[in-house]
């Protein structure tokens, strides 16, 4: 049963993860004042350069200090360039 709710649990995460168009915005690449670790890439989208070490303290890139969280934190928040947001809009299926 516990292996079960393990593959369960991983297939979520998995569909969670993949549902991100990338756009950045919840990293405030909307704002032209992004995380400075968030990497636009040649095609529009954005990585984080250290997503697996993401939460916690860091610096926009005008010198700000943010407190980076998970997205389920604050998917019922607006952010600049939220109405895009993959996530909020499996909320509303």
């Known amino acids: 049963m516990e292996d079960h709710y393990n593959n369960y649990q991983e297939n979520k995460l998995k569909e969670f993860e993949s549902a991100c168009l990338r756009c950045g915005n919840c990293c405030g690449a909307a704002d032209n004042n992004p995380c400075e670790h968030l990497i636009p ?13 993401r939460f916690g303290l860091h610096k926009a890139k005008n010198g700000n200090v943010f407190l980076c969280v998970p997205i389920r934190n604050i998917l019922f928040k607006s952010w600049t360039g939220s109405e895009k947001c993959a996530y909020k809009k499996m909320l509303t299926r």
């Open 41 to 53: 890439d040649k095609d529009g989208k954005y990585l984080c350069d250290i997503y697996e070490h």
